[in-house]
């Protein structure tokens, strides 16, 4: 493992860890889909999350989705943390077109808390579309496959 990817890890464990202390609750495993169900728990306590963690949550569930559909064909964009592309799924890790240069033909694009709920499992695809909480244009558009995002 990396020291970056070390550093990372490190990081949510604490978050995690502080997150898990502020609401009361044991701490569980240190992952980013963990983070965001932790994320969204203090958000409905009413519980200030800081800006940082935010963030760090941010990168780790778009780093998992990175990891877990690798390809060039969407690109998922979380203003103003994380851009990543994605492949289409499908037929295999990077299914379908493959985007070079410029804007990817497909494109998502969502807030940060809005990105955290989809992947704690709080909401769903089709809800964050119809409340107009995520903007996907494109023929491969449709993430729901990827949420809510498990460890």
């Not at 994320?39 to 990168?59: D, K, M, S, Y």
């Amino acid at each position: 493992m990396s020291t970056a990817a070390q550093r990372q890890r490190a990081a949510l464990a604490q978050a995690v860890a502080e997150l898990s202390a502020r609401l009361g609750r044991a701490a569980p495993s240190a992952g980013p889909g963990q983070l965001a169900q932790l994320i969204g728990a203090a958000r409905a306590a009413r519980l200030t999350v800081a800006e940082p963690v935010l963030a760090l949550a941010v990168r780790a569930v778009v780093g998992q989705l990175a990891h877990r559909q690798p390809g060039r064909s969407v690109e998922l964009r979380v203003p103003p943390w994380a851009a990543v592309q994605l492949g289409t799924g499908g037929q295999g890790p990077g299914a379908g077109p493959t985007h070079h240069r410029g804007t990817p033909p497909t494109v998502v694009e969502t807030d940060p808390e809005t990105l955290l709920d989809l992947a704690a499992g709080r909401q769903s695809w089709a809800e964050a579309k119809a409340q107009g909480r995520l903007n996907a244009s494109g023929a491969h558009a449709d993430l729901s496959d990827l949420f809510p995002l498990s460890d």
